[in-house]
């Protein structure tokens, strides 16, 4: 009997419920170093005092497998109430049906990347971009003044090449995910090229400017370090490295601990110099549509974008501007990037992007390790793709 | 009758935990193998052998197995030899054994993040095993090893074998314990110096060692993850890709769980054949 006793007990233990009681909203996102972490338990906690009836855990994430956990998280039917999201990413949740809608009035350009058959899922949280930076003595240590045209960029990377076996001309992204795609598009979209048609329909790689950007990209890693974008940050910083593509969190670094050499950041331009297209990227919070706590979780995420609140996670983290316009700069480093960020784009919202994102990666790879011309393998790209969009519209009819 | 009970109830708990998270898993992600179900759609179709047909046809599947294969036996008779004569000098108790036992073994005990993460900065140009490269006269890939595709591979393999000697070297001076002593002492008596002992009385008294440490190894090498996550990403062009990443990378990353499913039951199929193939060649019947 006291056998049975025990495993009566034992049963009732592993079965009772150990959850959360229910005015708990869960809450994943992606900061979690030293800076930014502090910031967020402070937002946190001063959104529990304004709702002294609702209390948040917090799960960090690592881009590394975020995405993943989150896929994972939907599919167990577990997925956390509120959640930080890539702005390529809103699209492949919401048209699974698995985010809740959302309204804002917020500019529509911000908007943009977050909706999906003209709903909002997702709110911005802080907005970012990609930018070059010069190393501007090496540059004048071959003579070159900061390029204005792609043939000027081209010279200058060959001519730093040239300066012996620890100088780079350019710091070139090698194949990490989420990554990569980021640092070839501004080139793309600065010489025409696009990556979908308007509607996001079709691919758009085959084209003669796609096929040209991949050419002049492969360029410029030829007189390049092919590396991760840590470690090309790193060489950038020791002065070896002519000039990078890189976010926000570089110019922290470089102010942070300011280097020996003389940097500028310049905003991507066409072949001919005129103003280019960068990489339109930020922080989304969206809601799951299944969440028990929906009025909860959309005050969280109302508090959290609020533009003090965003501000103090981009000072926190030291980069990227809250979503509400009307920027200003602080110098003449932020200043670009901010009007970098007023001419940076976002492809149309598709539910394929991860998949998509990781042809348009392993294209670039095979033409880095010439695994074909340029023209081949985008054009080889461009029909995976399509494939890929086609199959999604009949599984959709179905 | 009231004995079975009690050992039933006990029991329980570890069976429910088998059924509920090995047997059901395995039957359930052999249904998903037959179907094109996605991780966010939540649904899929039945497609037959559809995805195992697919799978054959994928050239960047039947890479990865390639490089699996390259893996596998790159890595497995350097580890065993290695190990196997580690442990033989161990066990004659050269002066500092313990040291060496211990030394061996830190690596294994060490998080394979944390390694990965030194071997990446090791390897990387201007890493030390670059510079060690170019000290010695060689020509290290222009942007590091593990930005190669002819380096990559090797050097992820080197690293595993580095990483796992330790572990197979306490195993086998695990079966060298186990021989008598007095088989030793008798050789010596005879004259028979550390090779002729080695030779002759413990190499073949530790065959059912070798079945286990070769099997283990087998196994562990077919499924390696970690340093593939942590080093390259299966790059530079898929030329590190593992089947187990791409496992991952297409059911977990894509979401194309069916898919994932149909791969991950032709590794199972792989290692169980290779398991029974070894288990027969090495002709160990019960002895491990």
């Not at chain 2, 004659?92 to 690596?107: L, N, T």
Request: hydrophobic share 45%; proline share 4%.
């Amino acid at each position: 009997m006291r056998f049975l006793a025990a495993a009566g007990l034992i049963l009732f233990i592993s079965c009772s419920n150990t959850g959360q009681d229910p005015n708990t909203i869960n809450f994943w996102q992606f900061w979690s170093d030293t800076n930014t972490k502090p910031v967020i338990e402070r937002l946190v906690r001063e959104f529990e005092r304004e709702n002294p009836d609702i209390n948040v855990k917090v799960t960090d994430l690592t881009w590394a497998n975020g995405h993943e956990k989150l896929v994972i998280s939907f599919a167990a039917k577990a997925p956390p109430d509120v959640m930080e999201l890539g702005s390529d990413w809103v699209a492949e949740f919401a048209a699974n049906g698995l985010l809740a809608e959302l309204e804002s009035g917020l500019p529509e350009s911000y908007l943009y990347p977050a909706m999906w058959n003209d709903t909002l899922y997702a709110l911005p949280w802080m907005l970012d971009t990609r930018i070059l930076y010069f190393n501007l003595d090496l540059l004048g240590g071959v003579g070159m003044g900061i390029p204005q045209t792609w043939d000027d960029m081209a010279e200058t990377c060959a001519r730093i090449d040239r300066l012996g076996e620890d100088y780079f001309g350019f710091g070139c992204n090698s194949a990490e995910r989420h990554r990569l795609y980021k640092k070839f598009l501004p080139f793309l979209w600065s010489n025409g090229g696009q990556v979908l048609s308007e509607d996001g329909s079709s691919a758009r790689l085959d084209s003669p400017e796609a096929i040209r950007a991949l050419e002049y990209y492969l360029g410029l890693c030829d007189c390049g370090l092919i590396e991760s974008q840590r470690r090309l940050e790193e060489y950038f910083r020791e002065g070896r490295i002519g000039f990078v593509v890189s976010g926000g969190w570089l110019l922290r670094r470089l102010k942070l601990n300011p280097p020996s050499f003389k940097y500028r950041l310049v905003e991507f331009f066409t072949p001919s110099g005129d103003t280019g297209k960068s990489f339109f990227g930020g922080e989304y919070l969206a809601i799951s549509a299944d969440s028990k706590k929906l009025e909860a979780a959309r005050k969280l995420v109302e508090f959290l974008t609020r533009r003090e609140k965003s501000q103090a996670l981009c000072d926190a983290a030291g980069f990227g501007f809250p979503p509400y316009g009307n920027l200003e700069g602080t110098d003449t480093e932020v200043a670009a990037e901010i009007r970098q960020l007023e001419h940076s784009i976002s492809n149309p919202p598709t539910p394929l992007w991860v998949d998509i994102e990781q042809d348009i990666e392993d294209a670039i790879e095979a033409a880095m390790f010439r695994h074909g011309t340029a023209s081949e393998i985008l054009t080889t790209a461009n029909k995976a793709i399509n494939a890929k969009l086609e199959s999604y519209r009949l599984a959709e009819k179905d | 009758m009231r004995k079975r009970t009690k050992i039933l109830l006990f029991a329980t708990p570890w069976i429910a935990y088998f059924l509920i998270f090995w047997i059901y898993p395995l039957f359930y992600s052999f249904y998903l193998s037959l179907t094109d179900f996605q991780f966010l759609r939540g649904d899929g179709r039945y497609l037959g052998l559809g995805n195992y047909v697919r799978l054959l046809r994928d050239p960047i599947f039947t890479a990865s197995l390639a490089n699996t294969f390259y893996f596998v036996f790159g890595t497995i008779p350097l580890t065993t030899l290695i190990a196997l004569v580690l442990a033989l000098l161990i066990a004659e108790k050269v002066p500092g054994h313990r040291i060496f036992q211990a030394a061996y073994f830190i690596p294994s005990i060490t998080a394979m993040v944390v390694i990965a993460l030194i071997f990446y900065n090791l390897y990387s140009r201007g890493g030390y095993i670059y510079m060690l490269f170019k000290l010695a006269g060689l020509s290290p890939p222009a942007n590091g090893f593990l930005q190669s595709e002819d380096t990559a591979l090797w050097a992820i393999m080197a690293m595993d074998i580095w990483v796992a000697i330790g572990y197979y070297v306490l195993i086998f001076l695990a079966g060298i314990k186990a021989i008598p002593t007095e088989l030793f002492e008798a050789a010596r008596v005879d004259g028979a110096g550390f090779w002729r002992r080695s030779w002759n009385i413990t190499i073949p008294l530790l065959k059912s060692t070798f079945a286990f440490v070769i099997v283990l190894n087998t196994i562990r090498s077919f499924q390696i993850f970690i340093e593939i996550f942590v080093m390259t990403g299966g790059r530079p062009f898929n030329s590190t890709l593992t089947t187990v990443f791409f496992i991952y990378e297409r059911g977990i990353t894509r979401g194309d769980i069916g898919y994932a499913s149909a791969a991950a039951y032709i590794l199972f199929l792989i290692i169980l054949i290779f398991s029974l193939i070894q288990f027969k060649l090495i002709n160990v019947k019960r002895t491990i």
